[in-house]
């Protein structure tokens, strides 16, 4: 009798062991599920930052408390061709570019443009978008007909941009006046005070049309031919990714979709296959 109970006994002790065991087994598998693998596997989620005013490429709508724009549709077509989600943070623009040098974001689009400083602590993808910069004025100026009226003119802009960087370096004679976001720039000018504001072309193009109550109006040239990029931390395993997934948007048709959908117009010419 006491063999077998001893025999009963080692049984479930052993039985026990086991069931322990597993069970730690198990729990290191999930703990390791969702995280950074940093191979861009199918299905993880990614933190995008992006600009938190800056219409028609990404903008807070009020009633839906969503993120909307041209940058927001194509990066949420780009996520779902190249199989992974999206996460997405607004915030000021400098917040971006920071957040891209620091690692502490994942991918950044903010309408950024591709420059050779960025360059040197910033991936970028292939250029999505083809820009420039532009002047805006009040609609009875006649003083300011293109950039070579700007001396000793206050011009507005948006600190830390590439609109400053082009003032500052091209026209020292006028007097720079920085925002920390445009749409503030552009009430000064029409409230006289600032006589011009220079910013990207498709922003300035679409507060003019769209909001200025027909009290601006754009002069001279398109200035500075400028492409926007996808911004990464560098050495980021996602670049390649994205470029496949974005070249793949714009040969069946999506990307000219989304296009038209904010400028009006198809881009490429081609129709979604889908």
Known sequence: MKKWLGLFTLFLLVTLLAACGSSEEGGSDTSGEGGD????????????????????????????????????????AVADEAGFEVDIESMKFDGVVAGMQTGRYDIGIAGMTITEERAETI????????????????????????????????????????????????????????FPGIVEAYMDLQAGRVDAVMYDVPNVQYYVNNDAK?????????????????????????????????QTLIDNGTYDDIYEEWFGERKYGTESSE
Request: glycine share 10%; proline share 4%.
């Open 214 to 246: 027909g009290e601006l109006k754009t002069v001279g040239d398109i200035l500075q031919g400028e492409q926007y990029g996808i911004a990464f931390p560098q050495d980021s395993e996602l670049v390649e990714p994205v470029n496949e997934a974005l």
């Open 123 to 178: 991936d970028f993808s292939d250029p999505y978008y083809d820009a420039g910069l532009i002047i805006a004025v009040q609609e009875g100026n006649e003083d300011i007909q293109s950039e070579d009226d700007l001396a000793g003119k206050k011009v507005g802009t948006r600190s830390g941009t590439t609109s400053e960087t082009y003032l500052s370096e091209n026209h020292p004679e006028a007097e720079i006046v920085t």
């Open 37 to 76: 693998s940093g191979e861009g596997s199918s299905g993880d989620t990614y933190t995008v930052a992006t600009d938190n005013n800056f219409v028609p490429f990404e903008f807070l709508n009020e009633e839906t408390g969503e993120m909307e724009g041209f940058d927001m549709d194509l990066i949420r």
